[in-house]
């Protein structure tokens, strides 16, 4: 396995709709994961669901609901400026809150731009941080570095957790 994987666990829900917002059977799960009740808030948990999933108890991602919260409490050197597929990004819509997901691809676009393509829970087809389904996405990363938002919030940054080896 390897930190690309993530992104592959991540394709398969997409199209997941709760039955109603923050419910769920894998909604539940995911918040489960993260020691948090049906119906709140779950881009990180879905995010923590499927590192669990790819590397079982090695996961190495925070188990916390907040994205900012999963940012802060991750260590440093796992910060980026560059994505790379089974990456975290990680997007700040200030006030405490924001939104968090899994990088799929990373694709030249026409006009000779990155694309950015991911996965997130808790949005829907338009791009909220507050949906109720697991959907892809695409954004320019110059763009988003150029303050244009992702899913409404500015760009903090991409996360590389590391993988132990060791089972």
């Known amino acids: 396995m390897k ?23 894998e909604i539940d799960k995911w918040l489960a ?12 948990a879905f995010v923590v669901g499927m590192f669990r999933e790819a590397f079982g108890e090695r996961q190495p991602v925070p188990r916390v609901a907040g994205a900012l919260k999963l940012w802060g409490r ?19 819509h200030g006030r405490g809150q924001g939104h968090v997901g899994i990088v799929e691809a990373v694709d030249a676009d026409a006009a000779g731009g990155t694309q950015v ?12 941080r507050t949906g109720n389904a697991v959907e892809r996405h695409w954004w320019s990363l110059e ?5 244009m938002p992702v899913h409404g919030g500015t760009l903090v940054g991409f996360l590389a957790p590391v993988i132990s080896q060791n089972a």
């Open 3 to 25: 930190l690309s994987d993530v992104a592959n666990y991540a394709a398969k829900y997409v199209g997941l709709v709760g039955q109603s917002y923050g419910h769920g059977p």
């Open 33 to 44: 994961l993260v020691y948090e009740p049906p119906g709140n808030s779950w881009c990180a």
């Open 74 to 92: 991750s260590p440093r050197e796992w910060r980026s400026r560059e994505p790379s597929p089974g990456m975290i990004y990680v997007v700040d």
């Open 117 to 128: 393509t991911e996965i997130s829970g808790n949005t829907n087809p338009v791009g909220s």
């Open 143 to 147: 763009s988003a570095r150029n303050g």
